[in-house]
């Protein structure tokens, strides 16, 4: 059983890395803006905007004592996320964090959330040492913090691995990315329009996701780690699936939205670190966790 | 004619770059903590503690509306710098610089210094574009930095460019560094302890590193520059130019310091961004560099 203090942790994969470590045991502590009204029970919330308020990182390390720092919190407003200002913001309070974090006596492990828009977008698949020639300014912020703060552990002794996600889809997530907004228009019985889809993407549930990082946080692999199902899908197919699920498959318009010119064919996932070393694997297939989407979604 | 805010205006390279820029007609702004007593004329002081008040960069920004930011500010503390948490701060004094930079309506180019630290150090000679896996916090930090500054650059449409700097030297030059330890030992008729020397390294004189930073702040050449001579010179040949100024050769110890074993053999820049693209080639050499540096020593 660890002490982990977990932020973003009333996010999209938080919630889900939340629930996987307290079913797992561990003394949970969470850094949030907001104490959500359903709170598990034996987690400790502690209140705190770590973007505004630069005192917060040193408190809430003062009243958690953790021995693991997992850092999801991010900027993560849809549409804007690849190129707003705030990722600046978010390198500085990740950093102001780990420096909070390696002062306190318990430390030991820290783990953040990456993502495949470090790599250089010029292959198919991705190993962890492939290129980071982030294309986007989301990408770099991530690849400068992680470049940072995993020198700084190592000078302060402390254990250091970096999840890289891919693309995770589920309950819960914003209404107006892929899956969700594919989703909705169906169930509402109109129009789906989307791109030709020939896209290929890494695809992973996000309750997996949740439990990959619980097993990153209190496991010891260091470095990046693909976090992601290792399993390459097109847009169109995943399309297919939803309309498998809702029975309108003639409301999909694909190819009714050009797709960007700058849109990389292929982002998988070599999943090998993974499985091998954190010893970690999926259990939700894609067709059962997109059924379980849709199905979050009706009457909503 | 260009107006410039440079920061860094009071260190080693930040004053020979102040001194190149006014000598060129450039209108000169500087944020330093205190204004030097001897001031050059028609430079525009700006007292500003970029890491301690938060508020400095966009007070700085409004009084002296720069076109171009010349950032050279950082820790420089000699011993301390390689691993010092303070590489940190100004990670994010310099992101806060940037973007207060790009909210100012003149803004049009930024220049950034990094160091050959950020490089992988297998190679003998390095260019720009050969992998950057730091070995040190500075680097760490700095190629971060590098990574984030140059994507937030292009998003906001400013030209960039970042001058890694090799080693350099010159009057002016902290006492416990490499030359200017030989230097005062043998002038004060000492032994002067080194390793063995056979560590191959590139020097520039600090007035050449300055006049190089200035060309490139007022020019127009993107992405990372090495800042450097392109020729490298053996630790112990350095020492015997030194030793054959103060006619002291008897005196140097090479070997009496054991060599570090993580130390690299080589770090020599190839320079042909700089000379063909920038335009700029250096134009004191090592032996009458080090001449001057001897004198700027006698009776000091």
Known sequence: VSRVLLTGA???????????????????????????????AGVHWHEADLLADRGSAARIMAASRPEVLLHLAWYAE???????????????????????????????????????????????????????????????????????????????????????LFFVYGPGEVPGRFVPAIVRKLLAGEPAPMTAGAQIRD????????????????????GPVNVASGVGVSLRDVAALIAGQTGRAELLRAGAIPTPTDEPPSLVANVRRLRDEVGWRPRIALDEGLAATVDSWRGA
């Open 10 to 40: 009333t996010g999209f994969v938080g919630r889900e890395t939340l629930a996987a470590l307290a079913r797992d045991g561990h003394e949970v502590h969470t850094a949030a803006r907001h104490r959500p009204d359903e709170a598990s």
């Open 78 to 164: 849809h549409g804007r996320f690849w190129t707003a200002p705030e990722n600046l913001d978010w390198v500085e309070a990740s950093l102001r964090l780990l420096r909070e974090f390696a002062r306190t006596e318990a430390a030991r492990r820290v783990v953040m959330a990456g993502t495949c828009a470090e790599y250089e977008w010029t292959r198919s698949v991705y190993v962890e040492q492939d290129p980071c020639v982030p294309r986007t300014l989301y990408g770099a912020a991530k690849h400068g913090l992680r470049v940072v703060a995993e020198s700084f552990a190592a000078e302060h002794g402390l254990s250091f691995a970096w999840g890289r």
């Open 203 to 222: 695809f992973l549930h996000v309750a997996d996701a949740g439990a990959a990082f619980a097993a990153l946080a209190t496991g010891g692999v260091q």
